[in-house]
């Protein structure tokens, strides 16, 4: 516990790297269309829990695991930001399952250290191209859907892009009291 406060207070946090590809507003709302490169995650999932019930012990176990506790005893510092996958339903609600993933630090993509979690993964994660909506505030499953709905609603019906899942980002700490950066983003479906 000391080394994931440790790491989240004193440690270097990492943002993930993108290539701008276009900015976009329609009907008064911005977007952006980027383009991220395959890599290395930690993941944790949960079924059978709402997104605001479980998000929070989920996202403390991958911090713990960057905070030191893996097989290593690594302090790897952080990464931004925490991209959790959601599962909609045909009318919008979020399914009752998830999966938060953290990218591993670029030091660390080559070998990451084992974790000793056993419900925490390392994967490999393809490149994509992501319709990405940014918002501000503190978010839980209320806002994510009212930012995807927007999002939705913005690309419209004939917009290449997959529906079975989207992801809800975070950029910043909990205690961050303004200025906050979330995020909705939709996968381009690839050419």
Same mark, same amino acid.
């Given at each position: 516990m000391f080394g994931m406060i440790k790491n989240s207070l004193f440690g270097a946090t990492e943002e993930t790297e993108y290539k701008l590809l276009?900015?976009?507003?329609?009907d008064g709302v911005s977007y952006e269309v980027?383009?991220?490169d395959s890599g290395k995650y930690a993941t944790v999932s949960s079924e059978g829990r709402t997104f605001d019930q479980v998000s929070g012990e989920l996202v403390r176990r991958l911090l713990m695991y960057f905070g030191g506790s893996n097989e290593q005893g *690594?302090?790897?510092g952080n990464t931004t930001p925490i991209v959790i996958t959601v599962f909609p339903r045909d009318d919008g609600a979020m399914m009752r399952r998830l999966v938060v993933a953290v990218r591993i630090p670029s030091r660390y993509q080559v070998c990451p250290p084992d974790p000793t979690d056993s419900t925490i993964k390392i994967e490999d994660r393809p490149g994509m191209t992501v319709y990405s909506l940014q918002f501000g505030g503190f978010a839980? *499953?209320?806002e994510?859907?009212?930012e995807a709905s927007r999002l939705t609603r913005t690309l419209g019906e004939t917009a290449p892009y997959q529906r079975k899942q989207y992801f809800c980002l975070?950029?910043?700490p909990p205690l961050k009291p303004y200025g906050r950066r979330n995020e909705v983003w939709f996968i381009q479906d690839e050419p």
């Open positions: 276009s900015t976009e507003t329609k980027r383009r991220y *690594e302090a790897m839980g *499953e209320t994510y859907r009212s975070s950029y910043d």
